[in-house]
């Protein structure tokens, strides 16, 4: 049972365009929404995490939005690059006890920027 | 700081073949766990451990066995390969702060079983 539904699949855009990935979630123990950005033949490295008291979070040109009610939050990259071009993965976690590292992640959106 | 390592990066094995795959951190990180990424699945939790002595199983246990002797090291144990294992093995290593929950993911492991 997929936990965290991530789409779209994949996504191209022009650089200087504003790609969005979106992802939802089932479990409203989940208090921890990391995104993933992954190159090929790397391991994924954390982008920018939210945890639900906010709606919003910025941190360059990544933003993150959060949607408690609906259990949907998405990323937004402004003004995309062609270095941006990766795998992007979503993903949830409980901060509480042990839980804290037990990711379950989106099935991930393969992003291509054109020049 | 050496971050997460993994060895090997690229392993061929034959079915029924028993293996293991290394992994250590440098970063005295409590939480390590190993995730299996396939194409279009997302990466799944296999294993997981908050401390030496203490491991778990995740979404995926199937077919693997863990052990947590030290802090820094995390080996995930093939104990008899199937071609439904071939996949890229992601170990991975966090602590808890106070107010994020990094996971650092080492290169991974390339495993192909035929």
């Known amino acids: 049972q997929q936990q965290v539904k991530q789409s779209p699949q994949s996504l191209i855009v022009q650089k200087g365009g504003i790609p969005i990935i979106n992802c939802a979630y089932e479990n409203t123990a989940f208090d921890y929404f990391p995104w993933y950005q992954q190159f090929p033949g790397k391991g994924p490295a954390l982008l920018i995490a939210?945890?639900?008291?906010?709606s919003e979070k910025k941190e360059g040109r990544f933003t993150i939005s959060f949607n408690k009610s609906a259990k949907q939050f998405s990323l937004h990259i402004m003004d995309s690059q062609p270095g941006d071009s990766a795998t992007y993965f979503c993903a949830a976690s409980r901060s509480r006890g042990t839980s804290y590292g037990k990711l379950t992640f989106g099935q991930g959106t393969i992003l291509t920027v054109h020049p | 700081n050496a971050g997460v390592t993994q060895t090997p990066k690229f392993q061929v094995l034959k079915t029924g073949q028993s293996m293991t795959l290394q992994c250590a951190q440098d970063?005295?990180?409590?939480?390590m766990s190993w995730y299996r990424q396939d194409p279009g699945m997302g990466l799944r939790l296999i294993h997981y451990?908050?401390?030496?002595?203490?491991?778990d199983q995740g979404e995926v246990p199937n077919g693997y066995n863990v052990s947590r002797s030290t802090t820094e090291d995390f080996p995930l144990r093939l104990l008899s390969a199937a071609p439904s294992q071939t996949s890229v093995y992601f170990c991975?290593?966090?602590?808890?702060?106070?107010?994020?929950?990094?996971?650092?993911f080492g290169p991974g492991t390339r495993l192909t079983v035929t």
């Open positions: 970063m005295n990180h409590e939480y």
């Open positions: 939210i945890r639900p008291d906010v």
């Open positions: 991975a290593s966090s602590s808890r702060g106070p107010t994020s929950y990094e996971q650092y």
């Open positions: 451990s908050v401390g030496a002595g203490i491991t």
